[in-house]
């Protein structure tokens, strides 16, 4: 790909926007050039990515009153306070930014994977000298073979153990060569799944010759590896040791097993994912079939928000730009329900990639034509069943509100809840945690942590007081900014309060929330969740009196979940802070174990565990550990 010319960025200063960016002006400067546009809102937050052909021609379009708009593009169009954008050669470099852009900054107006996942693969490192298995999400390296995708970590593990136990291929990270062989074996040479080419008891050659095998093996092609099985448990049968038999028996039942999981259909040997498309609305489901080897090895579906003016062809073409972004495999070809706008530009970017020709497929007749369909056929299954169970969840949400509103008294129903709590070992490391509820549901990236400053020892009362203190404080001098900025209606993470407080305990809780309101002028209702002799809501607190929840209701359900978040909430942050404390004093105790080490060390092992875990070898390794610096570890 070409240099892109980062010189062409058009931007100016966000202190002089207001009054120099005129967007009528700044149109008529826009080159005639294939390139990506960014569009600010009133914060100078990026609203919205998209690339064009022709810069000009498309960013005007959205300025113009004769261009049929989507509600969506009309409410996006009245945010935008300014624009750059950023010439390419090419509508190809255009689509490669766009779609890393919008991974980058997920602006409120594109449409965006409501569940963007990563899916696991095994990754076999067959360019080492003694090639392993292991679980990945990512292409790291191009030389190693990949397969999958698998739909769960845990089908992965199943396979890379039953390789393990058949054709004993290693997994672990030990790292050893003929010449420089390790003291000692793992476990899985004394269990028999691994044939120790580390201290030497297996050769390279022989080890290596294990590759085709497990390639087979993960392409689906067990049929050697089942015979061998087979032959073995007849020889321990003729021998008269049962119990070996039964273990290859019960291998071979295992591999029968995945590989049936494996065999939904067969077509002709090739490597291909398979598309269906439903949508209700707003939301949209694509149901994928992964087929390798021309078996249907697993299926997945994501779902997507979008607007009803979006075609299928849009909606798809954006899929694939953000589905394909990143992932490990790209098969030789995409079967869909409908041929792209952009459809030669998409095959160029994933040949690319992939370092092979990709093809995009529009099957109209025969068995493809037919599993296109059948993806069809089960994303509109899988709507119903969103569609429902999404109603369901409205309803009991509604319904615990609406309780919640008549136990408190309030007048309108509580559509922002924030609730609080604090963590600490014996006074120290104390931490708050301030959790977000909206309408009935958590909404995490409004979810707070806080460090507690000021509070010397145990003092729980105290230390809630400078964290309330803390977030509503903040949040008036971000009311106070916007209003100055003239940006009134703005929120921003601290700005919007809520309707209601839920404190995590009694009166106490509540009174130092209360003292805390009414310093800074603010009026909002608080509530304690009085717990019973479990640690469960039993009553809430309301004007200092009990107010009894019924453990049948949904109020309770809502009430309890809160409670019970908020203190996961704690407990977690503290415990990350109190692991990162432990590691600092272990570790800065160590003589010779400066940052350099420190830093080498964490980011092979990770933690404390892996670290004491590790080997001599494993240790001495790295780069930065010497022979010395290694026996002081251990």
Known sequence: MKRMEKEEIKEVPAQEEEKEFKIQDELSKLPKLPGVYLMHGPMDEIIYVGKAKILRNRVKQYFQKSYKKSIKIQQMVSQIQRFEYIVVDSELEALVLESNLIKEFKPRYNTVLKDDKSYPYIRFSVEEEYPRLFITRSKKNKRSKYYGPYTSVEQVREVIELLRKTIRIRNCSKVFSEEKPLSRPCLYYDMGQCGAPCILKQSREE???????????LAG????????????????????DFEKA?????LISAIHTVENRQKITALDGEDRDILGLRRDHSDCIIQIFFVRDGKIIGRDHSFLKIDDEDSDEEILSLFLRQFYNGTPFIPKEIHLPCSLPDQDIIEEWLSQIKGKKVHIVNPKQG????????????????????VEKYRKEKKKQEL?????????????????????DISNTSGALTVGSMVVYQDGKEKPNDYRKFRIQSVIGQDDYASMKEMLYRRFSHGLKEKKDNLQKGKKDELGSFSQFPDLILMDGGKGQVGICLSVL???????????????????????????????????????????????EVHRFAITYHRSLRG???????????KGIGPQRKKA???????????????YEEIRSIPEMDEKSTEAVL
């Open 518 to 564: 009414e310093e800074l002028k603010i009026s909002i209702p608080v509530c304690g969740m009085v717990k019973d002799e479990h640690h469960r809501t039993r009553a809430l607190l309301v004007d200092f009196n009990e107010v009894p929840v019924s453990k049948h209701s949904a109020c309770f359900k809502l009430l309890t979940r809160i409670q019970d």
């Open 367 to 386: 068995d493809k034509e037919k599993l296109v369909e059948l993806a069809g056929k089960n994303a509109g299954i899988l709507m119903l069943r969103y």
């Open 221 to 240: 092609k067990t049929e050697k590896t089942i015979k061998e099985m087979e032959a073995k448990m007849q020889e321990a049968s003729d021998k008269l």
């Open 207 to 217: 080890y290596r010759a294990l590759i085709p095998k497990v390639s087979d093996f």
């Open 580 to 590: 990162k404390e432990q590691i600092h004093s272990l570790l800065d105790d160590i």
């Open 601 to 615: 060390l964490l980011r092979k092992f990770h933690d404390l565990s892996g670290i004491s875990r590790a080997s």
């Open 246 to 250: 039964m273990e290859y028996r019960d």
């Open 400 to 420: 615990a509100l609406v309780e919640l509103r008549d136990a408190i008294g309030m007048r309108e129903i509580p559509v922002r809840i924030e609730s609080y």
